[in-house]
C-alpha cells in the first residue's frame, strides 16, 4: 500500500497563475484532509472532507478550492497564486473522523513569485 | 477558541538523555489530544492520542505523555532519546465535531552525540 500520495512534490508558480495539487490515498478512508504549513505556525486546515461527495471550511479557505472527485482522490485547487500561498501543501486521510489516526502525505512544496 | 502552545521552539539534549517536550491547549470541554511527529522532509506521523481513561498514554517509539487536566497540559517524554529522534514534533487538539484539528507551531529536537 503506498498510502497518501501527493503530486506534485514541488512547484513554483508566478503570481496569478492557477494549480491544482493533487492527493489520494489507497486505505479505503473517509475523511481527508488539506493542510498548510508555514514556519512557525505548525499546519493549519484549509478544507476536508467528512465523506465522499462532502467539503466543509477549515481555519484559513479563502483563496482554495476543493473537490473529492471520488473515496480516493480529494485535490486542491488555487485559482489565481499568491506569494502569500507559498508555503508547504500536506494532505491528510482519516477512517471516519479527525478524532482517529490522520495518516499525512509527504507534502508539495510550493512557491509562488 | 481551542488552541496548543508549545512554549519551545527548539530544544538539544544529548543522546541517551531523557526528554520531555511541552504542550499546553485550551479547550472548553474534555480535550482530545495527540502527538505527531515529523522528519525531515516527511509528512506527520502520529506517536499517540489521549481521549479519556488512564492520563499516561503509551505511543510508538518508546514515547508517552501524560495529560494534566488542572495544568492543562500534555508534556511528552521518553526516557532515553536516541539520535534517530531528531525530528519536528507538534501537539494537537482535536474538536468534538471531529474534523477541525488544531496544531501548535512545533517543537524542533535536536540530538548531539
Known amino acids: 500500500n503506498a498510502g497518501v500520495t501527493q503530486t506534485p512534490k514541488f512547484q513554483v508558480l508566478k503570481t496569478g497563475q492557477s494549480m491544482t495539487l493533487q492527493c489520494a490515498q489507497d486505505?479505503?478512508?473517509?475523511?481527508m484532509y488539506w493542510y498548510r504549513q508555514d514556519p512557525g505556525m505548525g499546519l493549519r486546515l484549509i478544507y476536508y472532507?467528512?465523506?465522499?461527495?462532502?467539503?466543509d471550511k477549515g481555519e484559513v479557505p479563502n483563496g482554495y478550492n476543493v473537490s473529492r472527485l471520488n473515496k480516493r482522490e480529494f485535490s486542491l485547487r488555487l485559482e489565481s497564486a499568491a506569494p502569500s500561498q507559498t508555503s508547504v501543501y500536506f494532505c491528510a486521510s482519516s477512517d471516519r473522523s479527525g478524532l482517529e489516526t490522520q495518516y499525512f502525505g509527504p507534502g508539495t512544496r510550493l512557491l509562488v513569485l | 477558541a481551542q488552541s496548543v502552545t508549545q512554549p519551545d521552539i527548539h530544544i538539544t539534549v544529548s543522546e541517551g538523555a531523557s526528554l520531555e517536550l511541552r504542550c499546553n491547549y485550551s479547550?472548553?470541554?474534555?480535550?482530545?489530544l495527540f502527538w505527531y511527529v515529523q522528519s525531515p522532509g516527511q509528512g506527520l506521523q502520529l506517536l499517540l492520542k489521549y481521549f479519556s481513561g488512564d492520563t499516561l498514554v503509551q505511543g510508538i517509539k518508546g514515547f508517552e505523555a501524560e495529560f494534566k487536566r488542572s495544568q492543562s497540559s500534555f508534556n511528552l517524554r521518553k526516557p532515553s532519546v536516541h539520535w534517530s529522534d531528531a525530528a519536528e514534533y507538534f501537539c494537537?487538539?482535536?474538536?468534538?465535531?471531529?474534523?477541525?484539528?488544531?496544531f501548535g507551531a512545533g517543537t524542533r529536537l535536536f540530538v548531539k552525540a
Open positions: 494537537a487538539v482535536g474538536d468534538t465535531g471531529g474534523f477541525k484539528t488544531i
Open positions: 479547550y472548553g470541554a474534555t480535550p482530545y
Open positions: 486505505m479505503n478512508h473517509n475523511s
Open positions: 472532507s467528512a465523506s465522499e461527495g462532502t467539503t
